[in-house]
């Protein structure tokens, strides 16, 4: 089903340090993950993808790990700067274009 | 990249008029456009599924009367809130895919924020 949070949970992270932010999702059967950045009053910006026959994708100083077993993705952002200060979603689809939401994380990178 | 752009980007309104909202595909086509609503603090919840020449797809509890979608080409879909209420005051953001890159992400326009008084 839809995830609708009542409270964003935060992560703070110093400067310089890796993140990570965790998702589970809901269904068993989606088969794409995505991660979103989302700046106030901004849309979603993509971040990176992976399929469900990958465990792992990396990208520029990002990289996501796929768990199957447990239904958990996580993203990793390496080298933390300011301007990764945003709202992180993961989203999950189902072999269609609907994409489900998770109900995100805030990421502040304290200097 | 592909660029998804929403008009207006921020609309305040008297309760019980009517507002319209655009969402184009600048640099791609289209055939189905995402249209979401998000709470401050909150996740993006689905509402409407737009498909071009045919009839939009609502989410469960998503009234199609209420929030009327019309998709008339490849590059644009329009949202128009109806009789809008303090209630439907919120963050409405539309996405949209390459119609030629089938596994490629939904890219999302930067969103409109309604407010009705």
């Known amino acids: 089903g839809e995830s609708v949070g009542l409270h964003l949970p935060t992560l703070s992270v110093q400067e310089g340090d890796n993140s990570i932010i965790n998702c589970a999702y809901s269904?068993?059967?989606?088969?794409?993950f995505i991660w979103y950045k989302q700046e106030s009053g901004k849309g979603p910006q993509f971040i990176i993808d992976i399929r469900s026959n990958m465990d792992k994708r990396q990208g520029q100083r990002v990289t996501v790990l796929l768990n199957k077993t447990v239904k958990h993705l996580s993203l990793q952002i390496a080298a933390t700067q300011p301007g990764d200060s945003a709202v992180y979603f993961c989203a999950e689809s189902l072999g269609t274009y609907k994409y489900i939401f998770g109900t995100g994380t805030r990421l502040k990178v304290l200097a | 990249g592909a660029v998804v752009s929403q008009h207006p980007s921020w609309v305040i309104c008297k309760s019980g008029t009517s507002v319209k909202i655009e969402c184009r595909s600048l640099?791609?086509?289209?055939?189905?456009m995402f249209w979401y609503r998000q709470f401050p603090k909150q996740s993006l919840m689905l509402m409407a599924t737009?498909?071009?020449?045919?009839?939009?797809?609502?989410e469960q509890g998503v009234e199609k009367d209420k929030f009327l979608i019309n998709h008339a080409s490849l590059t644009l879909s329009t949202l128009t809130v109806t009789s809008a209420h303090p209630e439907d005051s919120s963050f409405y953001i539309c996405?949209?895919?390459?119609?030629?890159?089938?596994?490629?992400?939904?890219?999302f326009g930067n969103g409109t924020r309604l407010t009705v008084t």
């Open positions: 737009s498909n071009e020449g045919s009839k939009a797809t609502y």
């Open positions: 269904n068993s059967a989606s088969d794409y």
């Open positions: 996405s949209a895919r390459d119609r030629r890159r089938t596994n490629s992400p939904l890219h």
């Open positions: 640099d791609f086509q289209a055939t189905t």
